[in-house]
């Protein structure tokens, strides 16, 4: 075979991408601009063509070594300039070894943690040639109706930027060149988790005083910590598309952020401009698409049969298009392609003879970071831990579940490998002395239009594989298992199709067939404890009331039933706090902690009408943001200041003393949030500005000190200005959002 040889002046980036620029002709540049799906796009036999014609500058949906170096040949040792081409996938939250979605990993509040599954994910797929992937998802979302909340961090822009942060750190490690690294997307830019009634795809509305302060920052901080590319969302936002925002990709992202990297459109975006209505034709689209600033298209020939008319009658400039193949040919730089276009793919006799070979996976990450991402909501009369040596009943349709445990968008995770909580408890009960009995009892919904729409999504298999018997024979075996056990443990939820792209939700009720089952449950006065799965809050009133137990698990991916199965047991203290409210009925929406202050805010307590309230159930949340228990009890000091008045510039310290008053060692994450109170605009009602995870042991103590100065008291005020105002400023501390202890001092 031919050998890649890399090209002279390789030392200085930018003269050698100008040397490039200078030499490629116009379909070159355009061929650059393409980012290709395999698979019924276009076939393997034909994209080899076409990225030796250099009609093609990346591709993503490939998902081995094996496949990739083809392509990789057809682009560094065919095509003419030898540009090579980059693999691209959607590496979520992990790649071979599927770790925790999003929520659970943010549920951890552990920035190590979601690094090190960003690492191990960036390792495995880099190991299959991958060198990009389009994650991580950091759009705010204030709405569980949206099925792909279950991507994403969470409602805080505070926790989210974190966590934007450390996936970026761990996805493309110390520098993107190495081969162990790949570069992060993030995305959706901007504004995605805002579609209006939570329907995906829907538009976006938002003041700009909303946007600066709760939806941009962490776009922006995955950009500071270096993302090398931002993903440009399906939506418009203010009447605007993403995708032809000249003012959100120019002015703001490269503009005022300052960005230098690469953007893409989302799938076939760029051709959606028309159905937005502000596109009239192809020729059109592809001329807003490419001035606004959309690099690459994905998914689309849009570039490919536009611009050439475009450019070469004068309409979008030359330069225009050469700063899009800046960017491209930029990224194929630093991620050290031009060096090598090898140095993931590796040679042919280094394939594994299987992908999917188990000694490919991390478990015992995976295993490690799931015990992370559980949120404990209640435990009543000691239900959890489940007593080692106890007859359990397990049910549920989530129960044994391989596809659903690995949740959304779980890239090259295999469903052969997943531990389901069957199988983990199984193990548990062997090895301790026991008994498990298991009955499915329901399945996920009886309704056939959702079956069938779930299973329409699935191209490859129907995931969603009815239980045939009649519901009350179902039941009625369940509650056999139950009679003759000393507990139950009921695995319920949504199957993971139903917190999945396109799969937006009228209704955050558990499924009616679920329901029933755990109603029958409840009857049989077993202690009943539920392992929730989930990829969004669920509206929990009457699981709260009926249930013992409840443990939030979303989906735990490659590892799920072990990690939970040493939750259930008491071999893990689950610390897991909720990224995100939990409302307690639909129609409460959007409900979200750090709220605005208003006029006539209802209290607690005290009912009048004429407050801002509904009447028909009590208000607020039912479970907060922040929110989380623990097999053992803390308790938390009032707060301590070191000074009543801050200057600026200066900094104090604001601590409190958090104590493990329980029986068992145990961590929790103590949280600051910030409250101004007075200033020129309506503020939050409280902001999260930091937080700290620690373990205690059975009567231990430890102080926490958080340092507060004008960086924690700083918004963008009507002006979009970025201020700290002088005055009173509330410290709240606490264990969740709602349960706080406050202290005031003032800003000079
Ligand atoms: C569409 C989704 O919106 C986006 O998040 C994803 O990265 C692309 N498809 C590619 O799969």
Do not use: C
């Not at 009239?280 to 606004?292: H, I, Q, S, Y």
């Not at 699935?458 to 369940?478: G, K, L, S, T, Y």
């Not at 145990?666 to 200033?679: F, H, K, M, R």
């Not at 059975?698 to 979009?720: C, D, M, S, Y």
Request: proline share 5%; glycine share 10%.
């Amino acid at each position: 075979m031919q050998r890649y040889v890399p090209a002279p002046g390789l030392e200085n980036k930018a003269a050698f991408i100008d040397g490039l620029i200078a030499r490629m002709t116009l379909d070159e540049k355009i061929g650059q601009l393409r980012l290709i799906s395999i698979g019924p796009e276009m076939t393997k036999a034909r994209i080899y063509d076409e990225i030796a014609a250099g009609r093609i500058g990346a591709t993503f949906n490939t998902v081995t070594s094996a496949e990739n170096r083809p392509l990789q040949e057809a682009a560094a040792l065919r095509s003419r300039l030898r540009i090579p081409v980059t693999f691209a996938y959607d590496i979520v939250h992990g790649h071979r070894t599927i770790f925790p979605i999003g929520l659970g990993l943010a549920s951890s509040w552990d920035m190590e943690v979601v690094r090190q599954s960003a690492r191990v994910a960036a390792a495995e797929a880099a190991a299959d040639g991958i060198d990009m992937t389009f994650a991580p998802m950091v759009d705010i979302s204030r709405d569980p109706r949206w099925g792909r909340m279950s991507e994403g961090f969470g409602e805080d822009p505070f926790l989210v930027s974190e966590i934007a942060r450390a996936s970026v750190r761990g996805l493309q490690g110390d520098s993107l060149a190495a081969p162990d690294s790949i570069m992060a997307v993030a995305k959706h830019f901007a504004l995605y988790g805002a579609v209006e009634g939570g329907r995906d795809y829907n538009t976006v509305d938002m003041s700009p005083m909303r946007m600066y302060n709760d939806y941009l920052p962490p776009y922006r901080a995955a950009i500071e910590a270096g993302a090398g590319g931002v993903m440009v969302a399906l939506n418009s936002i203010n009447g605007v598309p993403a995708t032809s925002n000249t003012w959100l990709l120019r002015d703001l992202l490269r503009g005022q952020w300052g960005f230098k990297g690469l953007t893409v459109s989302d799938h076939g975006a760029i051709t959606e401009l028309m159905q937005h209505g502000v596109a009239g034709d192809p020729r059109e689209a592809a001329r807003l698409a490419v001035e606004a600033g959309v690099d690459l298209s994905m998914a689309d020939s849009i570039y490919l049969e536009q611009l050439p008319q475009l450019v070469r009658s004068g309409t979008v400039r030359e330069q225009t298009l050469d700063a899009a193949v800046r960017e491209v040919l930029g990224t194929k730089y630093d991620l050290g392609l031009f060096h090598d276009p090898f140095r993931r793919i590796g040679d042919a006799a280094r394939d594994p003879a299987d992908a999917d070979a188990e000694e490919r996976l991390h478990r015992a990450e995976a295993r490690a970071v799931a015990r992370e991402s559980m949120v404990l909501l209640e435990n009543r009369n000691g239900a959890l831990p489940l007593r080692k040596g106890a007859r359990i009943a397990l049910v549920g349709p989530l129960a044994d579940a391989p596809i659903d445990i690995m949740g959304s968008w779980s890239a090259s995770g295999k469903f052969k490998h997943s531990v389901t909580l069957l199988q983990g408890m199984r193990e548990a009960v062997a090895a301790q002395g026991g008994q498990l009995r298991h009955a499915r009892g329901a399945n996920a919904t009886d309704d056939a239009r959702i079956v069938e729409y779930l299973n329409f999504m699935n191209w490859d298999m129907p995931e969603v594989v009815q239980d045939q018997r009649p519901a009350e024979a179902m039941i009625a075996e369940a509650v056999e298992a139950a009679r003759q056990s000393d507990a139950v443990v009921a695995a319920v939820g949504e199957t993971r199709g139903m917190s999945h792209e396109s799969s937006s939700r009228t209704s955050l009720e558990i499924p009616a067939s679920q329901r029933a089952l755990l109603a029958a449950l409840k009857a049989t006065g077993k202690p009943l404890v539920l392992v929730l799965m989930n990829g969004r809050p669920l509206a929990l009133g009457w699981e709260r009331d009926n249930a013992d137990a409840i443990l939030e698990t979303w989906y735990t991916g490659t590892e799920g039933g072990h990690a939970i199965s040493d939750v259930l047991f008491g071999d893990v203290n689950p610390a897991g706090k909720l990224p995100i409210t939990f409302p307690r009925s639909v129609g409460q929406i959007p409900q979200y902690y750090n709220h605005l202050r208003i006029g006539r805010p209802f209290t607690e307590g005290q009912p009048g009408n004429y407050t801002s309230q509904y009447f028909e159930e009590p208000n607020g949340p039912l479970y907060p943001f922040g929110y989380g228990r623990s097999y053992t009890d803390f308790s938390v000091s009032d707060v301590a200041l070191s000074a009543d008045t801050l200057e600026r510039g200066g900094t104090l310290s604001a601590s409190v003393a958090v104590k493990n008053t329980g029986q068992r060692a145990g961590a929790t994450v103590v949280q600051l949030y910030i409250e101004d109170p007075a200033a020129s605009v309506a503020r939050p009602v409280k902001e999260l500005k930091g937080f700290r995870k620690l373990m205690l042991q059975p009567g231990e103590e430890q102080v926490v000190r958080f340092a507060v100065g004008e960086e924690q008291l700083r918004f963008f005020n009507a002006r979009l200005e970025q201020v700290a105002e002088p005055g009173r400023f509330n410290v709240q501390i606490g264990l969740d959002s709602r349960d706080v202890k406050q202290r005031s001092f003032e800003l000079r």
